[in-house]
């Protein structure tokens, strides 16, 4: 990795200002800039809370945040102080798009809304990742990501499966919005691209979990009067299958899925009987289904049926532990987990990129910054002079964080 913007990447020439923290926009972020976009993040003196949110070897550099924000150079700036809004709407005069998680009532007492952004730099992109739709009675609502989780009906349809309602033991909605704001982002620039004209996009948790959440279980409600409830039955009948030893993901998705297993378990007349002859007979069926699947399960060990079901075509996978994942073998053969060496915190894991490219190829473009490890060589390539920068050393309207041993990127005209 290195700071230089990827030259191979797909995204390279574009600048994005990373306002965001937590995970859902860091995420999309890293994501963007892996694919080869200069990102820039601007955070707080205090730094992105996902700094300080879990144990690391450095105070400032958890695993969490580690994990979020590769690819990125990070600036200081108080945007609180009227200097460090200044110096931020200097940089905007050379970016490409500008992406916050700030709720827009405090961006605009900060006089860096849409308005005050395109006013100096009127073709870019600006993107704001906000809980709510603006223009609903929730506008103004906080949202993290387990109120969106509960609040989507994703807490209450698990209850379905065990009886109560609970949050799925991860970023669900942090990460699926996250990827919903990079393809928006990137259609705004294809636009820009296309038209010239920039323009402010809203990217809302709320709404963009409901529709993912409804896309299978609206269900009978899709038709106008509905024709059945909500939910769709085959995912409340998916489980782990218990074996011998262990347990294995396994799906008979198809009629000939079930029949190649029927035989496989020694029940092949059950192929001629009526209520699985067709796709929407099994579907119709699956909970029953999945309990002849369960049982036969009980007899073999994992192995056994990780062998069995693979040569019979039915889709099969073991049950990994996150600890078990990190030594799956085909995660290995592809190069999935690449070891770093990172200038302040030693060692660390890293993931790759998971999409293959045959042109293009995206690869990270920087190891997780220190907090303001940028901020100097950033101003200064938006045209602020040495006794300007000073200045806002001295305020502590920025830092000049611990350099991570990186060379800093050639400086770049504006869109």
Same mark, same amino acid.
Request: proline content about 10%.
């Given at each position: 990795m290195t700071s230089h913007s990827n030259l191979a990447g797909p995204l390279s020439g574009l600048r994005i200002l990373d306002l965001t923290s937590v995970a859902m926009g860091p995420y999309a972020m890293q994501t963007v800039g892996d694919l080869g976009a200069e990102v820039i993040k601007v955070e707080p003196p205090q730094g992105d809370i996902t700094r300080h949110l879990a144990p690391g070897r450095h105070a400032g550099m958890s695993p969490l945040f580690l994990q979020l924000n590769r690819s990125k150079r990070s600036v200081v700036l108080d945007l609180k102080d009227p200097a460090g809004r200044d110096a931020l709407l200097q940089l905007a005069r050379g970016a490409d798009a500008l992406v916050c998680n700030v709720r827009p009532a405090a961006m605009a007492r900060l006089g860096l809304d849409y308005e005050a952004v395109a006013a100096v730099s009127p073709k870019i992109v600006y993107c704001s990742l906000v809980g709510f739709g603006q223009s609903g009675?929730? %506008?103004?609502? !906080?949202? =993290?990501?387990?109120?969106?989780?509960?609040?989507?009906g994703l807490a209450a349809l698990a209850a379905r499966q065990d009886g109560e309602p609970h949050y799925a033991p991860g970023w669900i909605a942090d990460q699926s919005v996250g990827l919903v704001a990079t393809y928006a982002l990137l259609a705004a620039l294809l636009h820009r691209e296309r038209s010239g004209q920039g323009q402010a996009i809203e990217v809302p948790m709320f709404e963009t979990m409901a529709q993912y959440m409804l896309t299978p279980h609206l269900y009978g409600k899709t038709f106008r009067p509905p024709v059945g409830g909500t939910g769709y039955p085959r995912i409340f009948a998916r489980r782990p299958f218990k074996t011998l030893d262990g347990y294995v993901c396994a799906t008979a998705y198809t009629p000939a899925h079930w029949y190649r297993f029927f035989a496989l378990i020694g029940r092949a007349e059950l192929k001629d009987?009526?209520?699985?002859?067709?796709?929407?007979?099994?579907? %119709?069926?699956? !909970?029953? =289904?999945?309990d002849l699947f369960a049982d036969a399960m009980r007899g073999r060990s994992t192995a056994e049926w990780l062998r069995l079901l693979d040569e019979a075509d039915i889709p099969v996978l073991p049950m990994h532990t996150p600890d078990s994942l990190i030594d799956d073998p085909h995660l290995a053969e592809v190069g999935f987990f690449q070891d770093v060496e990172h200038p302040t915190e030693g060692p660390i894991r890293t993931m790759a990129v998971p999409t293959q490219w045959s042109h293009s190829k995206p690869a990270p473009t920087q190891l997780p910054p220190g907090l303001g490890e940028h901020s100097v060589a950033v101003l200064r390539e938006a045209g602020l002079s040495q006794a300007q920068i000073d200045d806002l050393l001295a305020r502590g309207v920025t830092i000049n964080?611990?350099?991570?041993?990186?060379?800093?990127?050639?400086?770049?005209?504006?869109?």
């Open positions: 009675p929730y %506008a103004r609502r !906080a949202a =993290l990501d387990d109120l969106i989780q509960g609040g989507s009987d009526p209520r699985f002859c067709n796709q929407a007979g099994i579907s %119709a069926h699956v !909970a029953e =289904l999945n964080g611990a350099h991570g041993g990186t060379e800093d990127p050639p400086a770049r005209t504006g869109p």
